[in-house]
């Protein structure tokens, strides 16, 4: 009776320990299929057609991303970027009533950075996140006259209004008075300190101009201005900070929205002053108040980009038909490579030729890989090499279908959806090698279901949990619509190697474990 009911959960241990194994196995080994009461071993091909090439992307849509960010990359490869940020603000109490003689008293502007707080003891600390770069950069502070409308009034304010990350000049052809300058700015991992007894956790915190605010906001007590949001929004159209470098040097920071706010304190009289003491007079006892306003309606960023002209010449020479020798991918409004498996349709029947081969070997298709390269000839290596690549459908602009099934999403986003999107393996020298993309039930469904045989884009990711989508402002070849809005904030890049590498070693192809059942 023991070996009767323990031998089945022994098996489905084992079987457990062999499907976790081969997560985890190298690439080039080969695995055994059962069918029925046979044995097959599995066979393995990278002789398959793969065509593979880079587009530098048209403007993308930058209002609704997951997180936005400002200031000045240097990528060792790209070269600089600087990332400018619009927002408007929105009141955190409508219709207020400042009462009498109201007057600012200070106004202070808070940016949070994303961060881990690290206690020990009574001691508290904070890791910094997405902080890149050290040098410093100057920041001028905008009042925007550019109205960001929520609907687009070219299908009938129906749909969503999108902006693009090339919209630089529309929004600076529209600044109002310069507010502030911040110069010499450097992201700092120390928590900010209010008072003796409240700090609060890193990020860009200053104090603006108090008489703007008196006669921009206290002004305005009981006005129709103040009286709702859509009113505020159009009246006070937000900020826009303008990043400055004087050299390609600097530092780019993302920030948390949902914690940012812009405060005005005020100090005001009440009914009942008397009417012998001049109104604001200092011997008149005077109470405390504040606006609050937050971050949390349109916000926007444009980058402005200084690309090689070696790598924009390359761009700008792709072969679509036969692929290149390097891919080049990078974040933001950056470059995409596009994937195309299985070859040319020469009978032009709509379904490749090669793949139409495969569909009647009816192979079982057990693991099937892309392996990318890192082009060490042409990356430095190091901390700025990208840790994550995704790949995604072009054509339906979704993630494929190992993404779902990958047993390792609920871990951090470094390290999330592992299996399906491997993290950059690096060499004993730190230096980036390849990423291994495993694409097992994508191509088991195009070979055995006749899934759509789609092109497929790589492109860099922040984090490869955010799932979301954003637009490209026009129809891009082969069909890409839209892109991972977790590639848009991302601000590295780097090149691998093509399917037409010179180095055979390092090249591009379609690694496939299957089952032959004839």
């Given at each position: 009776m023991?070996?009767k009911?323990?031998?089945p959960?022994?098996l489905?241990?084992?079987?457990?320990?062999i499907a976790?194994a081969?997560c985890e196995e190298?690439f080039?080994?080969?695995?055994v299929s059962?069918i029925?009461?046979?044995?097959?071993?599995s066979?393995?091909t990278?002789?398959?057609?793969?065509?593979?090439?880079?587009?530098k992307l048209?403007?993308?849509q930058?209002?609704?991303?997951p997180?936005?960010?400002?200031?000045?990359?240097?990528?060792p490869?790209?070269?600089?970027?600087?990332?400018?940020f619009?927002?408007?603000l929105?009141?955190n109490n409508t219709?207020?009533?400042?009462?009498i003689?109201?007057r600012?008293?200070?106004?202070?502007l808070?940016?949070?950075?994303?961060?881990?707080?690290i206690?020990?003891g009574?001691?508290v600390?904070y890791?910094?996140?997405?902080?890149?770069?050290d040098?410093?950069?100057?920041?001028?502070?905008?009042?925007?006259?550019?109205?960001?409308?929520e609907?687009?009034p070219?299908?009938?304010?129906e749909?969503?209004?999108n902006?693009?990350?090339?919209?630089?000049?529309?929004f600076?052809?529209?600044l109002?008075?310069l507010?502030?300058?911040?110069?010499?700015?450097?992201?700092?991992?120390?928590?900010?300190?209010?008072?003796?007894?409240?700090?609060i956790r890193p990020?860009?915190?200053?104090k603006?101009p108090?008489?703007?605010f008196?006669?921009?906001?206290?002004?305005?007590?009981?006005?129709i201005?103040?009286?709702?949001?859509n009113?505020f929004?159009?009246?006070?159209?937000?900020?826009?900070?303008?990043?400055?470098?004087?050299?390609?040097e600097?530092?780019l920071?993302?920030?948390?929205?949902e914690?940012?706010?812009?405060?005005?304190?005020?100090s005001f009289?009440?009914e009942?002053t008397?009417?012998?003491?001049?109104?604001?007079?200092?011997?008149?006892?005077r109470?405390?108040?504040?606006v609050?306003?937050s971050f949390?309606?349109?916000?926007?960023?444009?980058?402005?980009d200084d690309?090689p002209?070696n790598?924009?010449q390359?761009?700008?020479?792709q072969?679509?038909?036969?692929?290149?020798?390097?891919?080049?991918?990078r974040?933001?409004?950056?470059i995409?490579s596009?994937?195309e498996?299985?070859?040319p349709?020469l009978?032009?029947?709509g379904?490749?030729?090669?793949?139409?081969?495969?569909r009647?070997?009816?192979?079982?298709i057990?693991?099937?890989?892309l392996i990318?390269?890192?082009?060490?000839?042409?990356?430095?290596?190091?901390?700025?090499?990208?840790?994550?690549?995704i790949i995604?459908d072009?054509?339906?602009?979704?993630?494929?279908?190992?993404?779902?099934?990958d047993i390792t999403?609920?871990?951090?986003p470094?390290?999330?959806?592992?299996v399906?999107?491997?993290?950059?393996?690096?060499?004993?020298d730190?230096?980036?090698?390849?990423y291994?993309?495993r694409?097992?039930?994508h191509?088991s469904?195009?070979?055995n279901r006749?899934?759509t045989?789609v092109p497929?884009g790589l492109?860099v990711?922040?984090?490869?949990?955010?799932?979301?989508?954003q637009?490209?402002e026009?129809?891009?070849?082969p069909?890409?619509?839209e892109?991972?809005?977790?590639?848009?904030?991302?601000p590295?890049g780097?090149i691998l190697h093509?399917?037409r590498?010179?180095?055979?070693?390092?090249?591009?192809?379609?690694q496939?474990f299957?089952t032959?059942?004839?």
């Amino acid at each position: 009776m023991k070996i009767k009911y323990t031998l089945p959960k022994a098996l489905a241990i084992l079987a457990l320990i062999i499907a976790f194994a081969s997560c985890e196995e190298d690439f080039n080994t080969i695995g055994v299929s059962i069918i029925g009461n046979e044995t097959f071993q599995s066979e393995f091909t990278d002789s398959l057609s793969v065509v593979s090439y880079s587009r530098k992307l048209l403007p993308v849509q930058t209002n609704g991303l997951p997180v936005y960010q400002m200031g000045v990359y240097n990528d060792p490869i790209y070269g600089k970027r600087t990332i400018n940020f619009l927002s408007q603000l929105t009141l955190n109490n409508t219709g207020p009533n400042f009462e009498i003689a109201p007057r600012v008293d200070s106004v202070v502007l808070y940016l949070p950075y994303f961060s881990t707080e690290i206690t020990e003891g009574e001691e508290v600390t904070y890791e910094l996140d997405s902080i890149y770069g050290d040098a410093p950069i100057n920041i001028n502070i905008y009042e925007s006259n550019y109205f960001l409308r929520e609907f687009d009034p070219n299908t009938g304010f129906e749909d969503p209004q999108n902006y693009y990350s090339n919209q630089t000049s529309i929004f600076e052809s529209n600044l109002g008075e310069l507010i502030h300058r911040i110069e010499d700015f450097k992201p700092s991992e120390d928590a900010i300190v209010i008072n003796d007894t409240v700090s609060i956790r890193p990020g860009l915190r200053t104090k603006l101009p108090k008489e703007f605010f008196q006669e921009k906001i206290l002004t305005k007590s009981g006005s129709i201005e103040l009286i709702n949001n859509n009113n505020f929004r159009d009246y006070f159209r937000g900020l826009y900070f303008q990043v400055e470098s004087t050299n390609d040097e600097g530092n780019l920071f993302m920030m948390d929205l949902e914690e940012a706010s812009l405060t005005v304190h005020f100090s005001f009289q009440t009914e009942g002053t008397d009417v012998f003491e001049a109104p604001g007079s200092d011997t008149i006892e005077r109470f405390n108040g504040e606006v609050g306003m937050s971050f949390n309606a349109i916000s926007v960023n444009t980058y402005e980009d200084d690309l090689p002209v070696n790598i924009r010449q390359d761009l700008f020479e792709q072969n679509l038909q036969e692929g290149e020798e390097r891919l080049y991918v990078r974040g933001g409004d950056g470059i995409i490579s596009v994937i195309e498996l299985f070859g040319p349709d020469l009978d032009d029947d709509g379904v490749a030729d090669e793949l139409e081969d495969l569909r009647n070997e009816g192979w079982i298709i057990n693991e099937a890989n892309l392996i990318f390269y890192v082009d060490k000839n042409q990356v430095t290596g190091g901390d700025q090499e990208p840790e994550r690549l995704i790949i995604y459908d072009t054509k339906n602009s979704t993630v494929l279908a190992d993404y779902g099934l990958d047993i390792t999403s609920n871990l951090d986003p470094v390290d999330a959806v592992n299996v399906h999107l491997g993290r950059l393996q690096r060499g004993s020298d730190d230096n980036g090698e390849f990423y291994k993309i495993r694409i097992t039930n994508h191509v088991s469904n195009v070979i055995n279901r006749d899934s759509t045989n789609v092109p497929l884009g790589l492109i860099v990711s922040q984090n490869v949990l955010e799932t979301g989508f954003q637009d490209i402002e026009n129809i891009q070849a082969p069909g890409i619509e839209e892109l991972p809005a977790s590639s848009i904030v991302s601000p590295e890049g780097t090149i691998l190697h093509g399917n037409r590498s010179a180095n055979s070693d390092r090249r591009l192809k379609l690694q496939l474990f299957y089952t032959d059942p004839e």
